[in-house]
């Protein structure tokens, strides 16, 4: 290797579930598919709260943060964890959400500065592919 060659981190993905939503089946099928494609997860488990997640999200050092939400409460959530994020001076995370969102929570959500909007139907492929794209890079120096 010379001076000038770099080697690529795994990007580190916490997947939870924010609220009283206890259904876990969909957030434990996509983290799976994210360590199936080389990525380190951490999985929080459920009823995380917003302040919490954004602790383990710093403490975790992660480049992604990954929502699963299946109530209607997808806005009002994701808007507190962006808000503990940005509390936290954590502005270099890719957050995702995943779950039942319509096309009206999905354009509030781009609002906030969620890119990631993934509903029923969405392909791991997709998912992956997205987070690939968007993530920040971990390219480090050799």
């Known amino acids: ?6 080697f690529t ?7 939870t579930k ?3 939503d206890g259904h876990d089946r969909g957030v434990k099928v996509i983290a799976q598919a994210f360590r199936d494609e080389g990525m380190e ?10 302040d919490e997640i954004a602790d383990i999200v710093s403490q975790e050092d992660a480049d992604i943060l ?3 939400i299946l109530s209607g409460a997808v806005v009002p959530l994701t808007r507190r964890v962006v808000q ?3 509390a936290r001076e954590i502005e270099d995370v890719l957050v995702i959400v995943g779950g039942i969102v319509s096309d009206e929570a999905r354009e509030e959500l781009r609002g906030i ?6 509903g029923p139907g969405a392909s791991l492929a997709e998912i992956i592919r997205f987070v ?9 120096p050799a």
Do not use: C, H, K, W
Not at 9 to 15: A, E, H, S, T
Not at 41 to 50: D, N
Not at 132 to 140: G, I, L, V
């Open 84 to 86: 503990a994020l940005a």
């Open 113 to 118: 500065g969620v890119e990631g909007v993934f």
């Open 9 to 15: 981190q795994p990007l580190r993905v916490v997947m």
């Open 41 to 50: 997860v951490i999985y929080a488990g459920l009823r995380r709260t917003p």
């Open 66 to 68: 990954g929502l699963s």
């Open 132 to 140: 690939n794209e968007n993530a920040p890079d971990r390219s480090m």
């Open 18 to 20: 924010v609220g009283l």
């Open 1 to 6: 290797m010379t001076t000038n060659d770099t």
